[in-house]
């Protein structure tokens, strides 16, 4: 892992905040300059790397059911690395899956292969532990902004496609008791069944709160532009992954379309690589950015990302959930608005309310809004108790399930 990635968590606070607003490279060139040096505090070699299999059976409420995927168990490889330093501090890191893939990146993980890594997740994460540090708590900048009223934040919990429409409408009105005011619906499997949830949705949030749509790569490109014209009477402002991540050109044939109809395109969470995004932001592709914190590999390939969109000015609204997503893309997002961005104009981060109690350092959520981590390293570290139990398919709710299902 690079020195910047390693060093960003232990870095001193500087005394005075980056220019946002001077440029990509002159942000990254001030932020190289405040880090080098400032010497990683993590001692000894790596000498031990454990890899576990964790799954949740979330497909059993329906729970992140959309277009494509009718029934997840939100799964991951959860890895943790510990040193020879004899200081007690270990490393976390996760690879998010659907369950299935779980076996793919823990192939992965054991022969060391390219991919979805988790370990400068447990790099990062160690260091910032040594440090004291949250992950990017490097500058001051607009600090004060976000511990009064944190990054804000839009729900996904509230509409899965699996969910009956009384769960729906009982989680909408919920969701509006608690503060929030940007809901996103899952569409794409049936035309007629999306016009009747967005309705639904629409009756209970009104016309005035912020609507999104998320296909999950559903449509080929004249699909996505049909089916959006029909579902534009609802005031989306956005068509999530309308097609194939990798269709830059489609994206960009959708996204010319949809410009009439006020509805934009936001895509990235399946982005490997900031290739893909630069090339996704020069064909002017999307007009929503969607970093995943475990999808790109470290903090440094996000890092290149947020710079692009600062460049291109291309809001960023991270895409969150899963397994410990919210807890790992806190950190990139409030660092965002501090240090590149300095902006929160249609900029939002996704969560959703599931598997937060598993989690030692859980997110933290306030009037809709992410609250500023204050725990030391990368908030990845799960509850002990939580992994065994929920470890595949030997744990305690596993064991029970597979039973069961034999029966």
Known sequence: MSALCARLSSASRPSSPLAAHSGSRRVLTALVARLRGA???????????????????????????????????????????????????????????????????????????????????????????????????????????????????????????????DTLKQLCTQALKDGWTRFKVKVGADLQDDERRCQLIRDVIGPE????MDANQRWDVPEAVEWMSKLAKFKPLWIEEPTSPDDILGHATISKALVPLGIGVATGEQCHNRVIFKQLLQAKALQFLQIDSCRLGSINENLSVLLMAKKFE???????GGVGLCELVQHLIIFDYISVSASLKNRM????DHLHEHFKYPVMIQQASYMPPK?????????????????????????????????
């Open 209 to 212: 709160k912020t609507l999104m």
């Open 314 to 320: 291309i809001p960023v609204c991270p895409h969150a």
């Open 39 to 165: 010497g990683a505090m993590v001692r000894g070699r790596i000498s031990r790397l454990l890899v576990r299999d964790v799954r949740f059976p979330t497909s059993l409420g329906g729970h992140g059911s959309d277009a494509m995927h009718a029934d997840p168990d939100y799964s991951a490889a959860y890895v943790v690395i510990e040193t020879d330093a004899e200081d007690g501090l270990k490393g976390y890191g996760i690879t998010f899956t659907l369950g299935k893939g779980t076996e793919v990146a823990w192939s992965r993980e054991g022969r060391g292969a390219p991919g979805n890594s988790s370990h400068p997740k447990c790099s990062v994460g160690l260091v910032g532990q040594a440090g004291g540090k949250a992950c990017l708590e490097v500058t001051r900048g607009h600090e004060e902004q976000m511990l009064a009223q944190g990054y804000p934040a839009y729900t996904t919990s509230c509409a899965w496609l699996g969910y009956s429409d």
């Open 349 to 352: 981060c996704e969560y959703v």
């Open 375 to 407: 725990d030391a390293g990368y908030s990845t570290e799960m509850k002990e108790e939580s992994v065994k139990k929920h470890q595949y398919p030997d744990g305690d709710v596993w064991k029970k399930l597979l039973a069961a299902q034999e029966n």
